[in-house]
């Protein structure tokens, strides 16, 4: 299951959440990314890699899924993305029909209204205003064709991650017990 859509729309903010609240839950596994970004304190838990560091891993073959946006570099390595029940990670609109052919996609589209985008990015304060104008106006289409279900994060935290909760439970439905793939 892949989460995405446009910047502030909270995807970092509720699959945190989510990933508490299912610790332990063997049905799931959250992949952790790799990012040329340096760690901001309650930010993303990613692996952060010097740009060179990027480069070097994925001339190895060490990404499974990589993309750029922002002027940074991100990746998903192969270790992420174990052949448990359930795969749930964050990625770039760009890279979603490549996923969909390595293994079966279910996409959480997260949205929120553009003035909801707009203060949240300029609460989280990582990006500058330049940037932040950059990020606000960065149109991705959702490729046609894949399995979308849309989570709009426009009220709480909590709110947002109960919405993104029924849809990982929703798809999850089909996990043999010990959360073994059917
Ligand atoms: N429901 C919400 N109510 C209030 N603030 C929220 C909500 N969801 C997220 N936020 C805040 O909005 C900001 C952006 O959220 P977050 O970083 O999770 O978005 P994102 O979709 O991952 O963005 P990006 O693609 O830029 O990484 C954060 O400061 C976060 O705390
Ligand atoms: O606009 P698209 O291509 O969908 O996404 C581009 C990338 O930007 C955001 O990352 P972050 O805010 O830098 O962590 C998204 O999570 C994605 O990885």
Same mark, same amino acid.
């Given at each position: 299951?892949?989460?995405?859509?446009?910047?502030?729309?909270?995807?970092?903010?509720?699959?945190?959440?989510?990933?508490? /609240?299912?610790?332990?839950?063997?049905?799931?596994?959250?992949? &952790?990314?790799?990012?040329?970004?340096?760690?901001?304190?309650?930010?993303?838990?990613? *692996?952060?890699?010097?740009?060179?560091?990027? *480069?070097?891993?994925?001339?190895?073959?060490?990404?499974?899924?990589?993309?750029?946006?922002?002027?940074?570099?991100?990746?998903?390595?192969?270790? *992420?993305?174990?052949?448990?029940?359930?795969?749930?990670?964050?990625?770039?609109?760009?890279?979603?029909?490549?996923?969909?052919?390595?293994?079966?996609?279910?996409?959480? /589209?997260?949205?929120?209204?553009?003035?909801?985008?707009?203060?949240?990015?300029?609460?989280?304060?990582? /990006?500058?205003?330049?940037?932040?104008?950059? &990020?606000?106006?960065? /149109?991705?289409?959702?490729?046609?064709?894949?399995?979308?279900?849309?989570?709009?994060?426009?009220?709480?935290?909590?709110?947002?991650?109960?919405?993104?909760?029924?849809?990982?439970?929703?798809?999850?439905?089909?996990?043999?017990?010990?959360?073994? &793939?059917?």
């Amino acid at each position: 299951m892949a989460l995405a859509g446009p910047s502030g729309a909270g995807k970092d903010t509720l699959l945190a959440a989510a990933q508490a /609240e299912l610790a332990g839950d063997p049905r799931f596994h959250f992949a &952790r990314r790799s990012v040329t970004r340096l760690p901001t304190p309650g930010g993303e838990a990613h *692996e952060p890699l010097t740009p060179a560091a990027f *480069e070097a891993a994925l001339a190895a073959g060490q990404f499974l899924l990589h993309w750029r946006a922002h002027g940074l570099g991100y990746g998903i390595r192969h270790a *992420e993305a174990p052949g448990g029940c359930v795969v749930v990670l964050s990625l770039s609109r760009a890279v979603l029909l490549e996923a969909a052919a390595l293994r079966p996609l279910t996409v959480i /589209e997260v949205t929120a209204p553009p003035a909801l985008l707009a203060a949240r990015l300029a609460g989280r304060g990582r /990006e500058d205003a330049a940037a932040i104008a950059a &990020r606000l106006a960065r /149109e991705v289409p959702l490729p046609p064709a894949l399995d979308v279900r849309r989570v709009v994060n426009d009220g709480t935290v909590e709110a947002g991650t109960a919405r993104l909760r029924s849809a990982l439970e929703a798809v999850a439905a089909a996990c043999l017990p010990g959360g073994i &793939r059917p």
